[in-house]
């Protein structure tokens, strides 16, 4: 995932600047997964070792463009004995994008447990790929679709050219990293961030009967929340299981939770968006 690398870190005014580069996108918007990832990486630079992100709470404040790097700036808020927090704002062209705290904490022991996966459901090597025609529409569909760097694959009957036949406000799937990623568990948490992003709005457009490829489709991330419980490889499967409690006023809500292949719970998510149809 290069779209994680980001560079500076160097360059300090009362904060953290960092630079990152955007991924081609077929609508020329900036992936609200990318900025998520890149926010969470640029802060988690600017803490003090041995503390890891498991909070995250960001609002999309405008749509970027995919042809432009992003500015990342980090204040350092708060640094405690056992806590972090970090505010990171994203521009471009210097209006903000993307506005998140973050908080970190040192490792230590706790309670522990875990909503369990859900049972029953077929492992990733029994679930098929993606059929190619699902990319079909568009050479830069096909793009989106073949090259990013996460691959899908569907529990559920996939909804890019029709929508699911049984109304449901729920949404599973496989995800995993196309490529193996360096042992840097920072990268793996940003590349979970990444993820999150994938998908999520699927159980509110299957409630509805609505396809990815609808004329008129408007659909766009106001905020997401995201908690890291335990850390997982995002270069091995990991099952997204999500549903939408609610949808009213033009916003449907999504929420969601990642398992590792043996069940165990890495992380939960939630995320808000406009969503609106002809």
């Known amino acids: 995932m290069q779209t994680l690398q980001l560079r500076g870190g160097e360059a300090r005014t009362t904060e953290d600047i960092f630079v990152g580069r ?3 996108m077929p609508s020329g918007r900036v ?3 990318q900025v998520l990832g890149q926010a969470v990486i640029a802060a988690e630079r600017t ?3 041995g503390r890891a992100a498991h909070s995250m709470h960001g609002y999309f404040l405008r749509p970027g463009d995919a042809t432009r790097d992003i500015t990342f700036s980090v204040d350092r808020i708060h640094d ?5 927090a970090r505010r990171t704002q994203a521009y471009q062209e210097g209006e903000p994008i993307f506005s998140m705290i973050a908080s970190f904490q040192a490792e230590g022991a706790g309670l522990d447990h875990a909503a369990a996966m859900p049972e029953g459901v077929p492992g990733p090597d029994e679930v098929a790929p993606l059929h190619p025609s699902a990319g079909a529409q568009h050479p830069l569909s096909r793009r989106l679709l073949d090259d990013r760097p996460v691959e899908v694959r569907h529990v559920l009957p996939d909804i890019y050219l029709r929508p699911d036949a ?3 406000p729920t949404n599973i ?3 995993r990293a196309r490529r193996s990623l360096p042992d840097d568990p920072a990268l793996h948490r940003a590349a979970i961030a990444y993820i999150s992003d994938i998908t999520i709005q699927e159980p509110i457009m299957r409630a509805h009967g609505i396809e990815w490829v609808r004329s008129g489709l408007k659909l766009a991330s106001l905020d997401s929340a995201l908690w890291w419980h335990r850390p997982a490889r995002v270069d091995d499967w990991l099952l997204y299981v999500q549903e939408s409690p ?3 006023g033009g916003r449907g809500l999504a929420t969601g939770r990642m398992y590792t292949r043996d069940g165990m719970l890495v992380a939960s998510i939630a995320q808000e968006v406009v969503i609106r149809v002809p």
Request: charged share 25%.
């Open 31 to 33: 992936f609200g997964g």
């Open 246 to 248: 609610s949808a009213s």
């Open 47 to 49: 803490v003090p070792e």
């Open 166 to 168: 049984e109304r449901r």
């Open 80 to 84: 405690g004995r056992s806590f972090s």
């Open 173 to 175: 799937a496989w995800v």
């Open 22 to 24: 955007s991924e081609p």
